[in-house]
């Protein structure tokens, strides 16, 4: 796999037009990838809630919650990503998940 920092030079136009589309293909492969893998995240959202339920905890853990954006922003600096974005998306998978056991309580009641 190429670096990000890596520069392409093409021989023809044909050589552009075969990256682009094979990096278009890749990256709807990746996105599916990534949406199985928020499916996944998303569905332990039940063992999550009724363990919480039954250790009479809320839904809301600050502490995990701080636990996984300090993760995530030291995986971004190692990975040179933007740590605001990445926590922005970090945030919209613990909503996510925290809307989903609210629906699952809601369900059960």
Do not use: W
Not at 46 to 66: A, H, Q, T
Not at 68 to 96: G, R, Y
Request: glycine share 0%.
């Amino acid at each position: 796999m190429k670096s990000n920092d890596e520069t392409i030079s093409f021989k023809n136009r044909e050589d552009a037009e075969i990256l682009l589309k094979e990096s278009r293909e890749r990256i709807d492969e990746i996105d599916n990838a990534l949406f199985d893998l928020i499916s996944q995240r998303t569905a332990l959202a039940k063992d999550i809630v009724f363990s919480k339920d039954y250790l009479g905890l809320p839904i809301y853990d600050e502490s995990r919650e701080k636990a996984i954006h300090k993760k995530v922003e030291k995986l971004a600096k190692e990975n040179n990503l933007d740590c605001e974005i990445i926590d922005q998306i970090f945030s919209m998978l613990t909503k996510l998940s925290k809307n989903m056991q609210k629906e699952i309580l809601k369900e059960e009641c």
